[in-house]
């Protein structure tokens, strides 16, 4: 069983900064990459930042030069940095990552989500 439970949402004014953190626990064998996707309301899932075992990370137009994704991969968390928050950031936010358990292929799973409001 594996499991990628995300925190750190919640309300900001414009402007403001949150930071998203989510941890994989339960039979780990390795992570490769990791990210942060996000749904606004009324909308499909978006891409928001990757980040490979390697650090490479990768970015959405609209957060480049305001969102940070980083990772600790001896505690199997990612973070996601979030500055100069705008209320089209409004969404629920997912964790991602490609994890393989002992004695199996690598597969995908998903996080909860967690609530991001920006609003004055």
């Known amino acids: 069983q594996v499991q990628l439970v995300e925190s750190g949402g919640g309300l900001v004014q414009p402007g403001g900064s949150l930071r998203l953190s989510c941890a994989a626990s339960?039979?780990?064998?390795?992570?490769?990459?990791m990210g942060w996707y996000r749904q606004p309301p009324g909308k499909e899932r978006e891409l928001v930042a990757t980040?490979?075992?390697?650090?490479?990370?990768n970015y959405s137009d609209s957060a480049k030069g305001r969102f940070t994704i980083s990772r600790d991969n001896a505690k199997n968390t990612v973070t996601l940095q979030m500055n100069s928050l705008k209320p089209d950031d409004t969404a629920d936010y997912y964790c991602?990552?490609?994890?393989?358990?002992?004695?199996?292929?690598?597969?995908?799973?998903w996080g909860q989500g967690t609530q991001v409001t920006v609003s004055s």
């Open positions: 339960g039979s780990i064998f390795s992570i490769n990459n």
């Open positions: 991602y990552a490609q994890i393989r358990q002992l004695y199996s292929s690598i597969m995908g799973f």
């Open positions: 980040i490979t075992s390697r650090n490479n990370t």
